[in-house]
């Protein structure tokens, strides 16, 4: 379980105040998806609840341990052992091949089986190809199968479908959906698609550094489903 | 055009090694000049012998080291080309789009041959100073008259300025033409790279893609090792003023490659740093990816200066002043070579360990926002 007391995150001199006492709890295994407009503070929660960033104020705790309080090299390990990212830019090393930024997650915890995952999504035959040779929807489909190679407990997406047409943003969080359904993991997902809500166990609204609204879907919808 | 002033700090680096170049080629073809001006006054054999070594020694130094400076200049100079275009691609991207042709915009990168040119006439200047006040007092066994060789140091400013702004516009217009999409998009050949580990693979990825910083980092140590040890040797064979110099231009040149590399690799691989730090790779593990595929290309350097230094002064003392009485012994100095070596490894390791803490400090928030 992942509980967040008292969020409070500022950019500048402390002038710019994203996040303004944020208070969430996150069941484990759970698909959650934060919504709102730019500049909400969604990117800034997602870093803080992830250990990217440090708050100004509160606890962010994993099942009553709390990160606020690790030294760097601590939240790096913990970032290690726990925690998958997927970012809208797909970030992949570009110099090196599809298999080898899958290795990149696969290597951290000893998984030798991250071939499998390059399989589950769809890329076997293009895995010796450099990121600069896939296209969007292809190479986000690797920086999922590299957040899933080291199985982290927790994957935070932000906006994975961001850069992706409907055909390709559908086969991404369809791919995602059935990863974490088979994998059990809790997924935390930062989307500016209303409609992509409804695939969450648990949906999160943002406005202005605050939670809005929390609710739950008492029917999920697949990824085909859902309205784009 | 897209080149303004911070892209002239590139240049910096290409300004010194032109200095040292032109500093070197000028101090020896004018002692070169002032020698033939004695020709066939010179009546005693001992003199004459002296005569004819100096003028040897004077043309070995200059081809070898002037021209090795002069070809580190000009690599210098492709990767400040380079670099700047990488660094411009999104308005260099705009100006194609608005219809400017790669002829036009490579034009534009004459101005590098500006800082080879400055960077000659410092270095010109330089040797005018010390020509007279160091070098001559070191060589006095000869009657010589220093001159002031306008048209030499002319020929030395103003041809490196032209042969290099036109190299400059044939460089940018090679690399304009080849975009850097297709320069990365080199499919990794053989399989033994498939069983290699995640770090092992993006340290030969880091490598192999800025292959131009090994040169320099070899070139780094490859400067520190030959003129530390020169400069040992040299206050035996010469004097002291020849060793300060060699050791100020080794120094110059080992630094400003060096700086030029590790900071060219920390930015480069910001994004990468800032990546495996958020997945939750250790300090250590994010530098050696980074830094570790450099490390042969530095004990190279090291090795193989020692033994130009070493074949230099052999070839010196063999060949050059053979025939002549009182020719210092020389053999290999093999405490040099420690003291060499352990002054590498403190201040290397310290350069190193300052990098890697600027570079552990990359956040990928900050990174991502600057791409």
């Known amino acids: 379980m992942i509980r967040l007391t008292g969020i409070k995150k500022s950019y500048g001199r402390g002038e710019n105040q994203v996040l303004k006492g944020i208070d969430l709890c996150v069941r484990a295994g759970e698909f959650v998806v934060v919504t709102g407009a730019s500049g909400s503070g969604k990117s800034t929660l997602l870093n803080v609840t992830s250990g990217l960033e440090r708050a100004d104020a509160g606890s962010v705790e994993y099942d009553g341990r709390d990160i606020e309080a690790l030294s760097d090299k601590e939240r790096t390990r913990f970032r290690r052992q726990n925690i998958g990212f997927v970012f809208q830019q797909y970030y992949l090393l570009p110099h090196v091949s599809v298999e080898k930024n899958v290795q990149m997650g696969a290597d951290l915890v000893g998984n030798r089986d991250y071939l499998s995952l390059i399989e589950a999504v769809g890329l076997l035959e293009k895995r010796r190809k450099k990121p600069t040779e896939l296209s969007g929807g292809e190479q986000q489909r690797v920086s999922i199968a590299r957040a899933l190679a080291k199985k982290p407990k927790v994957l935070f997406l932000d906006e994975p479908t961001g850069a992706l047409d409907e055909g390709t943003g559908r086969q991404v969080l369809s791919l995602i959906e059935r990863l974490q359904r088979e994998g059990k993991f809790t997924v935390i997902m930062i989307t500016h698609n209303q409609n992509v809500a409804d695939m969450a166990d648990e949906v999160i609204r943002m406005n202005s550094g605050r939670i809005v609204e929390q609710r739950r879907n008492s029917l999920k919808k697949t990824a085909y489903e859902i309205g784009w | ?371």
């Open chain 2, 1 to 371: 055009m897209v080149i303004g002033h911070k892209d002239m700090k590139r240049m910096l680096g290409v300004l010194i090694v032109a200095a040292c170049a032109s500093f070197v080629c000028y101090l020896f073809l004018s002692y070169r000049l002032d020698l033939l001006a004695i020709d066939g006054t010179l009546t005693d054999p001992e003199q004459i012998a002296y005569y004819q070594a100096q003028l040897l020694m004077s043309e070995i130094i200059c081809l070898v080291t002037g021209g090795l400076l002069a070809a580190s200049a000009m690599i210098l100079l492709l990767f400040c080309i380079k670099s700047t275009v990488d660094a411009h691609k999104k308005e260099l991207k705009i100006l194609k789009a608005l219809g400017y042709s790669d002829g036009e915009l490579s034009l534009g990168f004459w101005l590098f041959g500006l800082g080879v040119g400055l960077g000659c006439a410092l270095g010109g200047a330089a040797a005018l100073v010390y020509l007279p006040n160091v070098f001559y007092r070191t060589f006095d066994a000869l009657p010589l008259q220093p001159r002031f060789h306008a048209g030499l140091l002319c020929l030395l400013v103003l041809l490196p300025t032209l042969v290099y702004a036109a190299l400059s516009v044939l460089m940018a217009y090679s690399t304009l033409k080849r975009p850097r999409a297709e320069r990365a998009r080199r499919a990794p050949k053989g399989r033994r790279r498939e069983k290699r580990s995640f770090l092992r693979e993006l340290e030969r990825a880091t490598v192999s893609n800025k292959k131009v910083l090994a040169f320099f980092i070899a070139f780094s140590c490859f400067c520190f090792s030959a003129m530390t040890q020169m400069s040992f040797s040299m206050e035996e064979l010469a004097s002291k003023d020849m060793a300060i110099m060699m050791l100020v231009i080794g120094l110059a040149l080992a630094f400003m490659s060096l700086f030029l590399s590790l900071s060219e690799l920390v930015k480069g691989n910001a994004e990468s740093l800032a990546l495996l730090k958020a997945f939750g790779y250790t300090g250590r593990e994010r530098c050696f990816s980074v830094f570790g595929g450099y490390l042969p290309f530095s004990a190279l350097g090291f090795a193989v200066g020692t033994l130009y230094q070493w074949g230099l002064l052999k070839i010196m003392i063999t060949f050059v002043f053979r025939g002549m009485e009182e020719v210092p012994a020389y053999a290999f100095d093999l405490k040099g070579l420690f003291v060499s070596l352990a002054a590498f490894v403190a201040v290397y390791g310290v350069v190193l360990w300052w990098y890697l803490l600027k570079a552990q400090r990359a956040s990928l928030k900050v990174v991502m926002a600057e791409i």
